[in-house]
C-alpha cells in the first residue's frame, strides 16, 4: 500500500454525541495518528473531560458555560486548556486545524462550520442545518480560504462518492435512499398518539434525539434534499427520495445515458466518517463489510407523502429559496423540541413547521431582509422561533 496523506491536525465539534463519538471511534480502530487541537460539547461535561484525557487535545469546550468549572475540576493537571460559551466553541473551531468534524446538532453548529470554513480547514460536514440555513454561503467561504466541505451524510457521501464532478452535466437524477423511519409502515393513527419513547426508537441506527425525531418525519430526508442541492448544485426537481428500509444503498447518481451509479455499504456512519477523513485516500480498518447474501432481499418504495407531509414542506422551501429554509429549519428545530417536551403531539410538528413558514410569508418576514447570508439566517432564525412558539403555544392551548 502506497503512504496515504491523511490530515494530522484534527477537531471534533460536538465529540460527544453520536456521530463525534464515531468519529473518536473510528480513529481509534484506523490506529490513525492525530493531534487533536479541540473538542467541543454542548453541556456534557463528563463524557468531554473523558475523551479530553484519553485524546489530548489542546483545547476542551463546552458551550453550557455552567460546566466550566467541573470540567476544569476534572482536567486540572492534565495541561488542556478549557472554555466554554457559544463563542469559544466558534474559536476553537477556528484553531489551526487541517480537518474539523462539525457534529455539532442544529442552527447551533452554523457559526462553529462557518469559523472552521473561514480558517481553511477541511470540513467533515455531518451539521446538515448549517447548510440547509446557509448552503450557498458556507460553501463559498470554505472554497475562498482554500478548505473544502465534504459531506459526511451518508446519503450525500454516497453521491460525493460516485458523482464525478467533471460530468455533473450529465446527471439527469440525484437518488436520495431513506430508511423510512420508525413510522413508516404505522398507520395515521398511530402516528397521531406516537410518544417521543416510540418516534426516537430508530430501526437501525441509535443516533441523536432531534435527527431521530427528524428520521421519524421525514424532516430529515426533506432537509438532505436541500443539502444535496447545495452539495452538488442540482435544481429541486431533479433530486428524489426513495424509501430502502434496509439501508444498504445509501444513494444513487442517474445518468442521461441511463446508467445509475449506487453507493452500498452496512448501516453505519462510520465508512462517511472514513471516507471524508481520508479523501481522496481510502482508509484501511477493521470496517464492519457487507456482505449481500446475509443482508437479504433489498426493497424499495416511494414515500407516502400524505403521511410524511414534511418531505413537500421542504421542497418547497427549497423551491422558494431565500429565508425559507432557514426558517423552516428553525420552525422544524422548535417542534420537535415542544414535542419531545411532550408539548405537541407528533403530527403537530410538520403542522408547527408549514403553519410557520405561511405566517412568515404574509408578513413579507421571508424576503425582507439586510445584512449578508449568515446575518440574515441568524436574524431570520431568530424570526421563526418566535413564530414557531406562538404557533406551538396557540395548538397547547386548543
Ligand atoms: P447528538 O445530539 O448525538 O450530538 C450533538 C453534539 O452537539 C453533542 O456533542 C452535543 O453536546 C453538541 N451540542 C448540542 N447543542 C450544542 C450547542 N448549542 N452548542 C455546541 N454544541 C452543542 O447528535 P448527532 O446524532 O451526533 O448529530 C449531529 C449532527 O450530525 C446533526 O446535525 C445530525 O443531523 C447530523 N447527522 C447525524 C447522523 C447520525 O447517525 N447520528 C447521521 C447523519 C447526519
Ligand atoms: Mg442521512
Same mark, same amino acid.
Given at each position: 500500500m502506497g503512504t496515504l496523506s491523511l490530515p494530522r491536525k484534527v477537531s471534533v465539534l460536538g465529540s460527544t454525541g453520536s456521530i463525534g463519538v464515531s468519529t473518536l471511534d473510528l480513529f481509534e480502530q484506523a490506529q490513525v495518528e492525530v493531534d487533536v487541537v479541540a473538542l467541543t460539547a454542548g453541556r456534557n461535561v463528563a463524557r468531554l473531560a473523558e475523551q479530553a484525557l484519553r485524546w489530548r487535545p489542546a483545547l476542551a469546550v463546552l *458551550?453550557? *458555560?455552567?460546566g466550566l468549572p467541573e470540567l476544569r475540576e476534572r482536567l486540572k493537571g492534565s495541561g488542556i486548556e478549557t472554555a466554554a460559551g457559544a463563542r469559544a466553541v466558534s474559536d476553537a473551531a477556528a484553531a489551526d486545524a487541517q480537518w474539523v468534524m462539525s457534529a455539532i446538532v442544529g442552527f447551533a453548529g452554523l457559526a462553529p462550520t462557518l469559523a472552521a470554513a473561514r480558517a481553511g480547514a477541511v470540513i467533515a460536514l455531518a451539521n446538515k442545518e448549517s447548510l440547509v440555513c446557509a448552503g450557498p454561503s458556507l460553501l463559498r467561504t470554505a472554497k475562498l480560504a482554500g478548505g473544502a466541505v465534504v459531506p459526511v451524510d451518508s446519503e450525500h457521501s454516497a453521491i460525493f462518492q460516485v458523482l464525478d464532478p467533471a460530468i455533473a452535466d450529465s446527471v439527469s437524477r440525484l437518488i436520495l435512499t431513506s430508511s423510512g423511519g420508525p413510522f413508516r409502515d404505522a398507520t395515521p393513527d398511530e402516528m397521531a398518539a406516537a410518544t417521543p419513547e416510540r418516534a426516537l426508537a430508530h430501526p437501525n441506527f441509535s443516533m441523536g434525539a432531534k435527527i431521530s425525531i427528524d428520521s421519524a418525519t421525514m424532516m430529515n430526508k426533506g432537509l438532505e434534499v436541500i443539502e444535496a442541492a447545495y452539495l452538488f448544485s442540482m435544481p429541486p426537481d431533479r433530486i428524489e427520495v426513495l424509501v430502502h428500509p434496509q439501508q444498504i444503498i445509501h444513494s444513487l447518481v442517474e445518468y442521461a445515458d441511463g446508467s445509475t451509479l449506487a453507493q452500498l455499504g452496512p448501516p453505519d456512519m462510520r465508512p462517511p466518517i472514513a471516507c471524508a477523513f481520508a479523501w481522496p485516500d481510502r482508509l484501511p480498518w477493521p470496517a464492519p463489510k457487507l456482505d449481500l447474501v446475509t443482508a437479504g432481499p433489498l426493497t424499495f418504495q416511494n414515500p407516502d407523502s400524505s403521511r410524511f407531509p414534511a418531505l413537500a414542506i421542504a421542497k418547497q422551501a427549497l423551491v422558494t429559496g431565500g429565508e425559507a429554509p432557514a426558517a423552516m429549519n428553525a420552525a422544524n428545530e422548535r417542534a420537535v423540541a415542544a414535542f419531545l417536551d411532550r408539548?405537541?403531539?407528533?403530527?403537530d410538528i410538520p403542522r408547527v413547521v408549514a403553519e410557520t413558514l405561511e405566517r412568515m410569508d404574509r408578513s413579507s418576514e421571508l424576503s425582507s431582509r439586510d445584512g449578508d447570508a449568515v446575518e440574515r439566517a441568524r436574524g431570520t432564525d431568530a424570526a421563526a422561533r418566535r413564530v414557531a412558539d406562538a404557533v406551538v403555544s396557540g395548538l397547547c392551548a386548543a
Amino acid at each position: 500500500m502506497g503512504t496515504l496523506s491523511l490530515p494530522r491536525k484534527v477537531s471534533v465539534l460536538g465529540s460527544t454525541g453520536s456521530i463525534g463519538v464515531s468519529t473518536l471511534d473510528l480513529f481509534e480502530q484506523a490506529q490513525v495518528e492525530v493531534d487533536v487541537v479541540a473538542l467541543t460539547a454542548g453541556r456534557n461535561v463528563a463524557r468531554l473531560a473523558e475523551q479530553a484525557l484519553r485524546w489530548r487535545p489542546a483545547l476542551a469546550v463546552l *458551550e453550557d *458555560e455552567s460546566g466550566l468549572p467541573e470540567l476544569r475540576e476534572r482536567l486540572k493537571g492534565s495541561g488542556i486548556e478549557t472554555a466554554a460559551g457559544a463563542r469559544a466553541v466558534s474559536d476553537a473551531a477556528a484553531a489551526d486545524a487541517q480537518w474539523v468534524m462539525s457534529a455539532i446538532v442544529g442552527f447551533a453548529g452554523l457559526a462553529p462550520t462557518l469559523a472552521a470554513a473561514r480558517a481553511g480547514a477541511v470540513i467533515a460536514l455531518a451539521n446538515k442545518e448549517s447548510l440547509v440555513c446557509a448552503g450557498p454561503s458556507l460553501l463559498r467561504t470554505a472554497k475562498l480560504a482554500g478548505g473544502a466541505v465534504v459531506p459526511v451524510d451518508s446519503e450525500h457521501s454516497a453521491i460525493f462518492q460516485v458523482l464525478d464532478p467533471a460530468i455533473a452535466d450529465s446527471v439527469s437524477r440525484l437518488i436520495l435512499t431513506s430508511s423510512g423511519g420508525p413510522f413508516r409502515d404505522a398507520t395515521p393513527d398511530e402516528m397521531a398518539a406516537a410518544t417521543p419513547e416510540r418516534a426516537l426508537a430508530h430501526p437501525n441506527f441509535s443516533m441523536g434525539a432531534k435527527i431521530s425525531i427528524d428520521s421519524a418525519t421525514m424532516m430529515n430526508k426533506g432537509l438532505e434534499v436541500i443539502e444535496a442541492a447545495y452539495l452538488f448544485s442540482m435544481p429541486p426537481d431533479r433530486i428524489e427520495v426513495l424509501v430502502h428500509p434496509q439501508q444498504i444503498i445509501h444513494s444513487l447518481v442517474e445518468y442521461a445515458d441511463g446508467s445509475t451509479l449506487a453507493q452500498l455499504g452496512p448501516p453505519d456512519m462510520r465508512p462517511p466518517i472514513a471516507c471524508a477523513f481520508a479523501w481522496p485516500d481510502r482508509l484501511p480498518w477493521p470496517a464492519p463489510k457487507l456482505d449481500l447474501v446475509t443482508a437479504g432481499p433489498l426493497t424499495f418504495q416511494n414515500p407516502d407523502s400524505s403521511r410524511f407531509p414534511a418531505l413537500a414542506i421542504a421542497k418547497q422551501a427549497l423551491v422558494t429559496g431565500g429565508e425559507a429554509p432557514a426558517a423552516m429549519n428553525a420552525a422544524n428545530e422548535r417542534a420537535v423540541a415542544a414535542f419531545l417536551d411532550r408539548r405537541i403531539g407528533f403530527l403537530d410538528i410538520p403542522r408547527v413547521v408549514a403553519e410557520t413558514l405561511e405566517r412568515m410569508d404574509r408578513s413579507s418576514e421571508l424576503s425582507s431582509r439586510d445584512g449578508d447570508a449568515v446575518e440574515r439566517a441568524r436574524g431570520t432564525d431568530a424570526a421563526a422561533r418566535r413564530v414557531a412558539d406562538a404557533v406551538v403555544s396557540g395548538l397547547c392551548a386548543a
